[in-house]
């Protein structure tokens, strides 16, 4: 549910990295701050807790175009990977905009992009969304590694309903902007239809 601040035109959108514990989220978010000029992005903000952290930063894209004459903000964050950490994440999925799944693309590591995943359509219809009908792009991480899983059997079991989807190595950047401008764009485009 993107804000309008009509004092600085501007809209207000949140974008929300899902994923287990572990597969980059927090990575992505740490590139594209690293990568993004000063003078258009605000602070990084860590939620940090014993063994989670949860970032937050917010980032005025400047050549994504106006709607209708105001400048479009996007908010970025990161949910907490574990599990037990589920309040939280219904908590940062509150007024949503767009989402990021980030799988992790270890063999090893399928269960828990499935239960993730899963995770993730569940905490959104609780709040009335329903991920198919959201700005939605799904990011295999750690594609540089020896171990990552065939990308077509990633896709089998976590984008049946074919969703952009991208390869990445976030801690290269490779496809974190990919990624980032992909979702952007779904979320602008929604935000048209909806002006």
């Known amino acids: 549910m993107s804000f309008i601040n009509y004092s600085s035109r501007e809209i207000n959108c949140k974008l929300v990295y899902y994923g287990p514990g572990?597969?980059?989220?927090?990575?992505?978010?740490?590139?594209?701050y690293a990568k993004t000029s000063p003078?258009?992005?605000?602070?990084?903000?860590?939620?940090?807790?014993?063994?989670?952290?949860t970032l937050f930063f917010d980032f005025l894209p400047l050549s994504l175009g106006e709607i209708r004459g105001f400048k479009t903000r996007f908010?970025?964050?990161?949910?907490?990977g574990?599990?037990?950490?589920?309040?939280?994440?219904k908590l940062i999925l509150k007024?949503?905009?767009?989402c990021v799944f980030v799988a992790?693309?270890?063999?090893?590591?399928?269960e828990a992009n499935i239960e993730s995943l899963d995770n993730l359509r569940s905490n959104l219809a609780?709040?009335?969304?329903?991920?198919?009908?959201?700005?939605?792009?799904?990011?295999y991480n750690k594609r540089d590694l020896p171990n990552a899983s065939p990308v077509e059997e990633l896709r089998q079991l976590l984008n049946p309903t074919n969703?952009?989807?991208?390869?990445?190595?976030?801690?290269?950047?490779?496809?974190?902007?990919d990624t980032l401008k992909a979702v952007a764009k779904a979320v602008l485009t929604e935000l048209k239809r909806g002006a």
Not at 82 to 89: E, G
Not at 95 to 98: E, K, M, R, S
Not at 104 to 110: C, F, G, K, L, T
Not at 127 to 135: E, F, R, T, V
């Open 126 to 139: 609780e709040q009335g969304y329903n991920l198919d009908k959201l700005p939605y792009v799904i990011q």
């Open 163 to 177: 969703m952009p989807e991208f390869e990445a190595s976030a801690t290269a950047g490779v496809g974190v902007f």
């Open 39 to 53: 003078d258009a992005k605000g602070k990084m903000i860590s939620l940090a807790t014993e063994t989670e952290r």
């Open 104 to 110: 992790d693309s270890q063999i090893e590591r399928m």
């Open 82 to 89: 574990q599990v037990f950490y589920d309040a939280s994440r």
């Open 95 to 98: 007024g949503v905009d767009g």
């Open 22 to 32: 572990l597969c980059g989220k927090t990575t992505n978010l740490q590139y594209i």
């Open 75 to 80: 908010h970025l964050y990161t949910v907490p």
